[in-house]
């Protein structure tokens, strides 16, 4: 059994400017409502088509996109190109009618066998459509390691963008993997996937809410 990695970071741009002028006032509870969350586009060679799937949470505080092919790696009989894999998802969030929401945290899993030498890092980023901000964070893995990773991008509740209350706006998710064979032995293979053993693992992004204005 391996044991996670966990890294904490707070995320400032997209969650740490105001969007829009017509802000909520109190911080809600849930919607009892339903919300639907649709892909509009998945692009990356990290996600190939078919292989990203999104799913909401029963109580409406978190959605979680579901990965099953995205994997960097060098060395070995690894191609040029396998270095570096992204995927960019634009998502299609329904909610119910008098709230609006903001992601409050996002946590990534995955697992990295990394020679030693060899290094990886852990990117995203997230921005709301016509939106100016994005939020970018990074986070660095070196070698040797052969171990599950996990890392959290977290902000406060009092910095939290919310998108603009009565238009429907997609939010966009911007992730990356990046592997660097360093000083390592270039006959070996170094790796950091976002998916499990099984075909595929987890990322969860926790959702705020807020009541809107009324008009």
Same mark, same amino acid.
């Given at each position: 059994?391996?044991?996670?990695?966990?890294?904490?970071?707070?995320?400032?741009?997209?969650?740490?400017?105001?969007?829009?002028?017509?802000?909520?006032?109190?911080?809600?509870?849930?919607?009892?409502?339903?919300?639907?969350?649709?892909?509009?586009?998945?692009? &990356? $060679?990290?996600?190939?088509?078919?292989?990203?799937?999104?799913?909401?949470? *029963?109580?409406?505080?978190?959605?979680? !996109? @579901?990965?099953?092919?995205?994997?960097?790696?060098?060395?070995?009989?690894?191609?040029?190109?396998?270095?570096?894999?992204?995927?960019?998802?634009?998502?299609?969030?329904?909610?119910?009618?008098?709230?609006?929401?903001?992601?409050?945290?996002?946590?990534?899993?995955?697992?990295?066998?990394?020679?030693?030498?060899?290094?990886?890092?852990?990117?995203?980023?997230?921005?709301?459509? &016509? $939106?100016?901000?994005?939020?970018?964070?990074?986070?660095?893995?070196?070698? *040797?390691?052969?171990?599950?990773?996990? !890392? @959290?991008?977290?902000?406060?509740?009092?910095?939290?963008?919310?998108?603009?209350?009565?238009?429907?706006?997609?939010?966009?998710?911007?992730?990356?993997?990046?592997?660097?064979?360093?000083?390592?032995?270039?006959?070996?293979?170094?790796?950091?996937?976002?998916?499990?053993?099984?075909?595929?693992?987890?990322?969860?992004?926790?959702?705020?809410?807020?009541?809107?204005?009324?008009?």
């Amino acid at each position: 059994m391996h044991t996670g990695i966990l890294a904490t970071s707070a995320v400032v741009g997209l969650f740490g400017a105001t969007l829009s002028p017509q802000s909520p006032a109190t911080i809600e509870n849930p919607p009892a409502d339903k919300i639907v969350i649709e892909v509009a586009t998945v692009n &990356g $060679s990290g996600c190939p088509k078919g292989t990203a799937e999104v799913a909401v949470s *029963p109580d409406n505080t978190a959605f979680t !996109v @579901t990965y099953s092919r995205y994997l960097a790696r060098v060395g070995g009989t690894s191609d040029p190109t396998d270095y570096r894999k992204n995927c960019q998802l634009s998502l299609v969030v329904y909610v119910p009618s008098g709230f609006t929401y903001a992601v409050a945290s996002a946590d990534y899993r995955g697992y990295a066998s990394l020679q030693p030498g060899a290094t990886s890092e852990q990117k995203a980023s997230y921005y709301f459509q &016509g $939106s100016p901000d994005t939020a970018a964070r990074s986070h660095p893995f070196k070698g *040797p390691q052969d171990d599950n990773w996990q !890392v @959290t991008d977290k902000t406060d509740w009092g910095q939290l963008v919310w998108a603009p209350c009565g238009a429907r706006r997609n939010f966009n998710i911007n992730t990356e993997l990046r592997v660097n064979a360093g000083t390592s032995d270039p006959k070996k293979t170094s790796f950091m996937t976002m998916d499990s053993t099984d075909g595929d693992i987890n990322t969860v992004y926790r959702l705020a809410w807020k009541q809107c204005p009324k008009p």
